[in-house]
């Protein structure tokens, strides 16, 4: 079955530093993939995409995501973590658009960030 | 331009009850898709609609149902509620099939007691 996997249900980091959210996704075809962010009580918001125009993905706030086939994996990177990044993160997938639009989502990666 | 939105916000039902859910999506997107949301099993996929149609399906019992208006407007129903159904269900809608980002309204917080 088509899916994603995140590494690493809970990451920690300090305010600055850098901040790594692992996403490797499973597919023998090139999928879209999508990054999300919740927040407490809310809905999902989109921080960024991949539909194979470009490897390297710039999303909102910072974020940035690069896309590798040989890797299978999307990983979603930001330079300097700020205090407002703490969040839920989702790695989503969605692959063939004719059966209908449905995302797979992974298990989600809570980011805690430290002063 | 007004972002998709759920109501109610939040539900408290009782089970055995059954309950139904609305979501209007941003104007002039016509998917609207459903997932539900729990800590154990996370995001799940429910069922998505197109135009009136369904067009895909989740691994769900038939106790969930859903539909969508003429005007994109989408209800899903959930008969015969168990307390395994409390969750945050979540509505997206997006414009066009694959490689177009949903946008997600805030979601219903069902709570089965």
């Known amino acids: 079955a088509q899916s994603v996997t995140q590494l690493g249900s809970h990451v920690s980091v300090s305010e600055g530093a850098l901040v790594l959210l692992r996403c490797n996704y499973s597919s023998s075809v090139p999928p879209y993939l999508f990054w999300y962010v919740q927040y407490p009580n809310q809905g999902l918001q989109l921080l960024l995409k991949y539909t194979s125009a470009a490897t390297l993905v710039k999303g909102i706030n910072g974020f940035e995501a690069e896309f590798k086939k040989s890797e299978t994996s999307f990983h979603l990177t930001k330079p300097s973590a700020h205090m407002s990044d703490a969040a839920e993160y989702f790695c989503a997938v969605t692959w063939d658009a004719n059966s209908g639009y449905a995302l797979n989502f992974g298990k989600g990666t809570s980011l805690l960030v430290t002063p | 331009k007004a972002g998709v939105t759920q109501t109610p916000r939040y539900l408290i039902k009782t089970r055995g009850q059954q309950v139904t859910l609305s979501c209007s999506p941003i104007?002039?997107?016509?998917?609207v898709s459903w997932y539900q949301q729990t800590p154990g099993q996370g995001l799940q996929f429910l069922f998505e609609?197109?135009?009136?149609?369904?067009?895909n399906k989740g691994n769900f019992p038939g106790r969930f149902s859903g539909r969508q208006f003429s005007n994109s407007r989408s209800e899903m129903n959930v008969s015969t509620l168990e307390l395994g159904d409390s969750a945050l269900y979540l509505c997206?809608?997006?414009?066009?099939?694959?490689?177009?980002?949903?946008?997600f309204g805030q979601g219903t917080r069902l709570t089965v007691v």
């Open positions: 609609y197109f135009s009136e149609t369904q067009r």
């Open positions: 997206a809608s997006s414009l066009a099939p694959a490689g177009t980002e949903a946008f």
């Open positions: 104007s002039g997107h016509r998917s």
